[in-house]
């Protein structure tokens, strides 16, 4: 790849299998793109003009794929998420757009959009009152209920903690002041089982079926993968949430309890398809470089 040439800015600090996969996708539509890290990114307003630098790019690129937001400091982040708003506003499509991603990033906020539009997700709290926390996981414990406590800004199962008694300790430490607690939803398995829907436009790409090694399903914590066909109010409801975020890819987590009803436990503004990717013949890459380009107004780079 040329980069004095690139067009497509591909967003990430670590490009790995699904970076090489966008990268072959995008080269086959005729397209070249870079990897970017937001880190590496400057405003130049030191001219009449305002300017974003981005290594790699003469000019600003024809759009920008966003598979991933570095953390850092309040400072930091919204620096980041300012490049992403500034490219926008200097007419270069972004996706998922920065609202979007501003809206799903925290499973605190998605829990929030998704009751306000009382689509079937788990009862949860949201605070950085550690007290006011503490007692609510009481109550849910006095309740007969179960509990997950999860970092706002996690991913791959790492960090979640399931609270069964009132003595169990919680390592406060993974979440920087601010707590997320949702109920557990048992799905009558001795192990955990939950369904991952993928959402690329309007459309389901694909669907699959997770199992885990323990109550954690995530294919990166050793869960086993299984495509599904779920029934279509199911994917209606998969749908519906990722509409609400504004999303225009994403992967949304279900659980189907004991009694057979679906709860959606997350929706992930940067999901990984690798494990997915396993269990269908359609090259999910494509579908969603396909739906990248049509959002960002460019078609095949061939005549
Ligand atoms: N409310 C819940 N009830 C039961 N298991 C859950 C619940 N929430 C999450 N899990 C389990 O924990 C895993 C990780 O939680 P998730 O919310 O998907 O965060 P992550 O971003 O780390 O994937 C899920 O894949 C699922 O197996
Ligand atoms: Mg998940």
Same mark, same amino acid.
């Given at each position: 790849m040329a980069s004095d040439q690139a067009n497509i800015a591909i967003v990430t600090d670590d490009p790995g299998w699904h970076g090489r996969q966008l990268t072959q996708s995008l080269e086959k539509r005729g397209y070249s793109p870079c990897f970017i890290r937001l880190q590496d990114c400057h405003f130049d307003l030191s001219s009449d003009r305002a300017n974003i630098d981005i290594p790699g790019f003469d000019q600003l690129p024809k759009a920008a794929f966003v598979r991933g937001v570095p953390g850092g400091s309040l400072e930091q982040v919204i620096y980041y998420l300012d490049i992403l708003h500034g490219l926008e506003h200097l007419g270069v499509p972004v996706f998922n757009n920065p609202r979007a991603l501003e809206r799903s990033v925290d499973k605190g906020m998605t829990s929030f959009l998704l009751k306000s539009k009382a689509i079937s997700t788990p009862n949860s709290i949201y605070s950085s009152d550690l007290h006011y926390i503490s007692n609510k996981i009481h109550e849910f414990i006095d309740r007969q209920k179960q509990v997950v406590i999860k970092p706002i800004f996690g991913s791959q199962g790492k960090g979640v903690q399931r609270i069964t008694h009132k003595s169990d300790l919680i390592d406060y430490s993974l979440m920087h002041g601010v707590m997320y607690v949702q109920e557990y939803v048992d799905s009558g398995n001795s192990v955990g089982v939950d369904y991952r829907v993928f959402v690329v436009g309007n459309e389901i790409a694909a669907s699959m079926k997770r199992t885990g090694e323990t109550w954690i399903t995530n294919v990166a914590q050793g869960g086993k993968v299984e495509a599904i066909k779920l029934d279509p109010s199911v994917e209606q409801m998969a749908l519906d949430a990722v509409k609400i975020t504004g999303l225009e890819y994403s992967g949304v987590d279900l659980i189907q309890d004991k009694h057979g009803k679906f709860w959606i436990t997350e929706v992930n503004s940067v999901p990984a398809w690798k494990g997915l990717q396993? !269990? !269908?013949?359609?090259n999910l890459s494509d579908v969603i470089i396909e739906k990248f380009l049509a959002y960002s107004g460019l078609t095949m780079q061939f005549s």
């Open positions: 396993q !269990t !269908t013949a359609v």
